[in-house]
């Protein structure tokens, strides 16, 4: 008799869990949830982007060497955050074709509004650093880390400038302005993603084609 009382009690158990698991199966994640395991993926960006650094640091005292830097750099930082989102859309299409969910193609902005805004404290605090106000003049160096998508935009801009007062408003306001490009690679990414656009594919299709000509 105990024995049927928790084999019963095990199969509720199971079968709420089936229950619970397919109703969020049904539910989005929140546009908080996304952003933050989006974020994730952009350390992960940081990362590689600093053996970038390291590697090309030789040459970044010269145009093209920082050029070819920022460009990796930045496709590095925009692909990792890209993905998540692309694949979000197309999840939400389903949803919404199912009527599981409504509509919400704005979605993509806002979590890239979410996603910029450490990169926003940090462009604050650099602003404080450049004026002296309770910041240290070394922020300089910590905000190039923070920001590393900007480090040899930065060091094109700013060289051989190590102190936040020295580093010229135009540079700031130049490496603040890039952050703009991360909602807007989140809103992109979505609406893809929600259309079902591939770039990727849409790429080694027209590869395949040109290779059979």
Request: aromatic share 14%; glycine share 6%; proline share 4%.
């Amino acid at each position: 008799m105990i024995q049927t009382f928790y084999m019963a009690k095990g199969t509720g158990n199971f079968m709420f869990n089936r229950k619970k698991q397919k109703e969020q199966n049904f539910t989005r994640k929140s546009d908080f949830r996304l952003a933050l395991s989006t974020f994730g993926t952009i350390l992960i960006s940081i990362l590689i982007s600093f053996v970038v650094v390291f590697v090309t640091a030789p040459v970044l005292d010269k145009v093209w060497g920082c050029v070819v830097a920022e460009i990796a750099i930045l496709f590095i930082f925009l692909s990792m955050m890209y993905s998540p989102l692309w694949y979000e859309g197309d999840r939400d299409k389903n949803l919404v074709q199912f009527g599981h969910i409504k509509e919400d193609k704005l979605r993509g902005l806002r979590v890239g509004l979410l996603l910029m805004i450490p990169f926003l404290l940090s462009n604050i605090l650099m602003v404080m650093a450049k004026c002296e106000v309770f910041i240290s003049s070394a922020y300089w160096a910590v905000y190039k880390i923070i920001n590393i998508y900007v480090w040899p935009l930065s060091n094109l801009l700013a060289p051989q400038i190590f102190d936040a007062p020295d580093v010229p408003w135009s540079t700031i306001g130049i490496c603040a302005s890039i952050m703009l490009i991360i909602p807007l690679t989140t809103t992109v990414a979505y609406l893809l993603g929600y259309y079902r656009v591939s770039v990727s594919s849409k790429l080694i299709y027209k590869n395949g084609k040109d290779k059979q000509k």
